[in-house]
């Protein structure tokens, strides 16, 4: 009995979805996901094929989410929410770019982390 490979669950007719938008100096990653939780589509810099320093830049993470809304349209998807974590320049031109694309953005959140107390310091140097 040969082994049937099973097609690819397609999603279609979504609302609404969450760009989780994780971006660091070194790269930019985004992640599509249903209200649920469920991973639709996600993408990075070097997906595209961008290598080195050239992956955290604004101009890489515009690529992504070019791509990504692309995807998204042809989902049904009209609404995002915008989750933004970490320091990088790829923040702002994610948000510019789904917007440009033709999507609307009703929430943008900054996740984040940032410590309350920190890590305990190192010892004291003695001389």
Not at 38 to 55: C, E, M, N, P, Y
Not at 98 to 109: A, I
């Amino acid at each position: 009995m040969a082994y049937k490979k099973s097609k690819k669950r397609q999603l279609k007719n979504i609302d609404t979805v969450i760009a989780h938008v994780s971006s660091t100096f070194n790269n930019t990653i985004v992640s599509i996901t249903t209200t649920d939780g469920d991973v639709l589509l996600r993408g990075s810099a070097g997906q595209l094929g961008f290598k080195g320093a050239r992956k955290g830049t604004p101009f890489a993470a515009t690529q992504i989410a070019n791509n990504l809304a692309k995807d998204m349209q042809a989902m049904g998807v009209r609404l995002v929410e915008v989750n933004l974590r970490g320091p990088g320049s790829g923040r702002d031109s994610v948000v510019r770019a789904l917007q440009s694309s033709g999507l609307t953005v009703t929430v943008l959140r900054d996740v984040t982390p940032l410590p309350h107390n920190g890590c305990r310091p190192p010892k004291k140097r003695r001389v």
